[in-house]
């Protein structure tokens, strides 16, 4: 009979022994709740102990967390509008003001709560700065600014948020295609602009060149010409000198001269009279003396009699 009592006690025990007892992940925090109400924080790892059945334990991370805050549109000093969004890190510090703020729904409802102080204050701190400062390399005194926002008012949710980091700056959509139609007639205009130059340059190069080759035809020209005069006054000169010297053998010259032009040509055929002087060196083997050079007859050709 005693047994029937005592191993039913020893569960019973060993039930409300293993009630009591809960185990804190060096990766988290815990809170003890009685009813809703705090009655333990365990931020340390290792063994925790609570009563069994009326208390709860609830963890939280003891992790730094990230949060992508949603794009905000926001007016700058400038009157120009950007798309702007950040990133931030942050860690619960105090449970009990965390869990008094967020309630029940934990780490989801402190994102959120989070996500709305960035997105107020990225609006108010990015207003009153200009666009070379929000796209700049060096903007950190903005996200500084934006960060001592965001500290202040995650004390109130017992958080600490460790960095915030603009991570998106851009045109709106609305201006965004109205931006790159601008750049583009923008190249457009300079291409024009240096197509014209170039063709510019191109006709000035062309009339240069041009002016130089009429130039140096010109002057090849001119040069022709008193080479080609010199040429027949000195050719005029040997010549006098030449019929002055020996006018017998001048005129002998030129007769053959005139049987070589009569000669010329397909058409060989002469019609002339048999006592014509052109013949004179032709009938004799003295030429006649002091003759006057024989100038060569025109060539009439010889028509053949019409077929029967």
């Not at 202040?152 to 948020?161: N, W």
């Not at 190069?205 to 001119?222: F, G, N, P, Q």
């Not at 013949?279 to 025109?298: I, Q």
């Amino acid at each position: 009979m005693r047994a029937m009592y005592v191993i039913p006690a020893v569960v019973l025990v060993g039930v409300v022994a293993l009630s009591s007892v809960f185990i804190v992940d060096e990766r988290k925090k815990a809170l003890v709740l009685q009813f809703g109400q705090v009655m333990q924080v365990k931020q340390t790892p290792g063994l925790g102990f609570k009563v069994p059945f009326l208390q709860d334990v609830v963890y939280y991370e003891d992790r730094i967390l990230g949060l992508q805050t949603q794009p905000v549109e926001v007016t700058l000093l400038s009157d120009r509008r950007l798309v702007v969004d950040a990133f931030a890190r942050w860690r619960i510090v105090d449970l009990v003001t965390f869990r008094q703020a967020v309630g029940a729904s934990g780490e989801e409802r402190a994102q959120q709560l989070l996500g709305n102080i960035l997105t107020q204050a990225i609006p108010e701190v990015l207003g009153n700065a200009t666009q070379d400062q929000v796209l700049s390399l060096d903007r950190t005194a903005l996200m500084t600014q934006i960060l001592t926002i965001a500290k202040r008012e995650g004390a109130a949710l017992g958080i600490d948020v460790i960095d915030v980091r603009l991570t998106r700056t851009d045109l709106p959509e609305q201006n965004l295609e109205a931006t790159f139609a601008r750049m583009r007639a923008e190249r457009q205009r300079e291409a024009a602009d240096e197509k014209a130059r170039g063709g510019e340059a191109a006709q000035r190069v062309r009339a240069s060149a041009d002016r130089t080759v009429i130039e140096l035809t010109s002057d090849a020209k001119r040069q022709a010409e008193v080479i080609r005069g010199e040429a027949d006054a000195e050719r005029n000169r040997i010549l006098a000198e030449a019929y002055g010297q020996d006018p017998e053998f001048f005129a002998f010259l030129r007769s053959l001269t005139a049987y070589e032009t009569s000669l010329k040509g397909e058409n060989s055929s002469i019609v002339m009279r048999p006592d014509s002087e052109f013949f004179d060196y032709l009938r004799s083997n003295e030429a006649p003396v002091a003759a006057a050079p024989v100038e060569a007859p025109v060539a009439a050709p010889v028509v053949a009699p019409a077929a029967p």
